[in-house]
């Protein structure tokens, strides 16, 4: 997913404000996460997320997902 809409945007910041958790599939891998900063890394956006149920911390950015949902 190279270019993103503002409502991605949105559902996005959304859920890292409400502590949503999004699945996110990179590679033909889903990563079910709970997002907790949107940020820019070396020019790169990034999620930063934790893992729901082991606590793991996990950088996901932005130009290598493919898509993304809000869990509810």
Do not use: C
Not at 1 to 25: F, K, P
Not at 59 to 72: A, I, N, P, Q
């Amino acid at each position: 997913m190279t270019e993103w809409t503002h409502s991605q945007y949105d559902m996005l910041e959304r859920a890292i404000t409400a502590g949503n958790r999004i699945a996110a599939y990179r590679r033909g891998t889903e990563y079910v996460v709970v997002p907790t900063r949107l940020r820019v890394i070396k020019g790169r956006e990034a999620v930063e997320a934790t893992h729901p149920s082991t606590g793991d911390e996990i950088t996901l950015y932005l130009d290598e997902m493919d898509s993304f949902e809000v869990v509810r």
